[in-house]
């Protein structure tokens, strides 16, 4: 149960959740039109919604060609100090998962794209200059890629 702060702290921002949303669907915008030329060069795929779907905006995620390639590019982001994480770990490999729960298959389009998912920032509060530092980050992580 939730305290009587956080109730009220809570119901505050489901009073609000409108604004909020959409002011977290702008972000989220402004990261899918900065970076749309890369997927367009298949760099990656950019985690998106069915065009029937409405979304919240609660994560920007992209999809990379491989692990590897997920890590190099989160630690180049790092070094730029913008902290970018992975998503998830797939239920059934979770530790929960492995003991109570049982798969009729090998899991490997999940296991595969949970290992090549990559979020970016993304909070109420981020400002266009920070996403444009994040996509700038990017964009030139896949320049000096192509070069190489």
């Not at 900065?34 to 795929?45: A, P, T, Y």
């Not at 982001?77 to 109570?100: E, M, W």
């Not at 990559?118 to 320049?143: C, G, H, N």
């Amino acid at each position: 149960l939730l305290s009587e702060v956080q109730s009220a702290f809570l119901y505050s921002q489901l009073q609000e959740s409108k604004d909020l949303i959409s002011e977290r669907r702008l972000s989220w915008s402004s990261y899918l039109k900065k970076l749309n030329d890369l997927e367009k060069k298949e760099s990656f795929i950019i985690l998106s919604m069915s065009y029937k779907c409405e979304h919240n905006a609660h994560i920007f995620g992209i999809i990379l060609n491989s692990r590897e390639e997920r890590e190099s590019l989160q630690k180049h982001l790092r070094t730029k100090n913008i902290h970018a994480y992975t998503h998830y770990v797939p239920l059934h490999s979770s530790k929960a998962g492995k003991r109570f729960s049982k798969t009729s298959s090998s899991m490997s389009i999940t296991n595969d794209l949970s290992e090549r998912l990559l979020r970016l920032p993304l909070y109420q509060s981020i400002s266009e200059a920070e996403i444009s530092e994040v996509t700038d980050s990017i964009v030139d992580y896949f320049k000096k890629a192509s070069s190489n």
